[in-house]
């Protein structure tokens, strides 16, 4: 543990995987910045582009977001080009969304930077770990922290 974290937050689940989260989103981020594009919102071209002009509520359900969240972090993406809303054809009050040719694009530019910081990530905490990592993580996501109710 570096000598400037503070006492008591390693005690806590939370602040630690905010602080690696922060670590490497900054990480990812400026691997990411030649595509122009944040991680987040390369992770989220991709998320489109394998969902098959997905419906918004599905891609906020996958990353775990409310959809005024998804709303915020699509509208740079459409403003650029590279994304596109449309009403869905069978129940015109769910919105899909796509890629555009650019976006597709952008992905694909974004992807192999993408890849490199995956190997980057790979070689200095080691391909095991990570693969551990991967697993817990998506252990937790998997979990239902509901809370009883209050007596």
């Known amino acids: 543990m570096p000598k400037d974290t503070l006492p008591g937050l390693t005690a806590c689940n939370y602040a630690m995987l905010r602080r690696a989260t922060r670590k490497l989103g900054q990480f990812y981020d ?3 910045a030649p595509s122009g594009l944040k991680a987040t919102q ?33 509208k740079p993406l459409i403003r650029d080009g590279y994304v596109e809303t449309f009403a869905d054809p069978d129940d015109r009050r769910i919105k899909r969304v796509r890629l555009t040719r650019q976006g597709r ?8 930077l993408w ?22 993580l998506d252990d937790i996501s998997a979990l239902d922290f509901v ?5």
């Open 30 to 32: 400026d691997v990411q």
């Open 42 to 74: 390369q992770g989220l071209l991709y998320q489109i582009h394998i969902g098959n002009e997905p419906a918004m509520g599905a891609i906020a359900a996958a990353l775990v977001m409310d959809l005024s969240a998804l709303g915020h972090t699509l």
């Open 105 to 112: 694009i952008k992905l694909d530019e974004a992807m192999k």
């Open 115 to 136: 890849q490199l910081a995956q190997q980057r990530f790979e070689d200095v905490v080691g391909k095991e770990k990570a693969e551990r990592l991967l697993a817990l």
């Open 147 to 151: 809370l009883p109710p209050a007596a």
